[in-house]
C-alpha cells in the first residue's frame, strides 16, 4: 500500500468517525435534559452533573484580596455524596476530592494536603460550601457561610474563612444515571 493510499484511508477513517461520534452526541444530547446556565433545580432532584466557573476572593494576610478563577467538573448524588475536580490554567488538576457522609477526600492533588495547612483548610471549606449550596448531609455548622442562588448563579460567603465563591454554571445535567464508581478512589 503507498503512503498515499495509507494517508487516504486514515483520513477516511478520521472522516467516518467524527461523522459517526458527532451524530451519537447530537443524538443523545437531544435526550438528556441539559441544561445551558444555571437553571433552578426542581425540588425533587437527586443527581447533578455540572460543568462550573468559579470565582474565589480570598483576603489576604496583608489586608488585600486575592481573585482566582477556575473550572470545575461536579457530580452530586442526594442525599450526601459528591464529587469535585477542579482545573486550573492550562486545564491542570489542582484537586479532585469525593465528599461522603463520613468527610471529604482527596483522590488527587496538586500538592499534597496532608503537608500544606493551608490546601488541607481549603478543602475542608469546600465540602461545606459543596453541602450548603446543595443541600447535601450532613449539613455544615450553622452561621459560618451564606448562600444566595441567583438565576444565574450561586453566591458562597465563607465569614469563618474570610472568602467569597461565585459559582457560575456553564451546563447542567440533573436526574442522569452517575456511575456509582466516581464516588470511589
Excluded at 474565589?56 to 448524588?77: C, I, M, Q, Y
Aim: hydrophobic share 40%.
Amino acid at each position: 500500500m503507498s503512503a498515499r493510499s495509507a494517508f487516504t484511508r486514515a483520513l477516511t477513517l478520521t472522516f467516518t468517525f467524527t461523522l459517526t461520534f458527532t451524530f451519537t452526541f447530537t443524538l443523545t444530547s437531544c435526550c438528556v435534559p441539559h441544561v445551558r446556565g444555571s437553571a433552578p433545580l426542581p425540588a425533587s432532584w437527586r443527581t447533578l452533573r455540572a460543568e462550573q466557573r468559579v470565582t474565589v476572593d480570598v483576603a489576604r494576610s496583608d489586608g488585600g484580596r486575592e481573585h482566582r478563577t477556575l473550572r470545575a467538573l461536579l457530580a452530586v448524588e442526594k442525599p450526601d455524596r459528591f464529587r469535585l475536580r477542579a482545573f486550573g490554567p492550562g486545564g491542570v488538576t489542582l484537586f479532585d476530592v469525593i465528599g461522603t457522609r463520613d468527610g471529604v477526600r482527596v483522590v488527587r492533588a496538586i500538592r499534597d494536603p496532608s503537608e500544606s495547612p493551608g490546601l488541607a483548610a481549603v478543602i475542608d471549606a469546600l465540602g461545606g460550601d459543596v453541602r450548603a449550596a446543595y443541600g447535601l448531609e450532613p449539613a455544615p455548622p450553622a452561621g459560618e457561610r451564606d448562600v444566595r442562588t441567583g438565576a444565574r448563579n450561586i453566591e458562597i460567603d465563607n465569614r469563618a474563612r474570610h472568602y467569597r465563591v461565585v459559582i457560575e454554571t456553564v451546563g447542567q445535567e440533573v436526574d442522569v444515571p452517575l456511575d456509582p464508581a466516581l464516588f470511589k478512589e
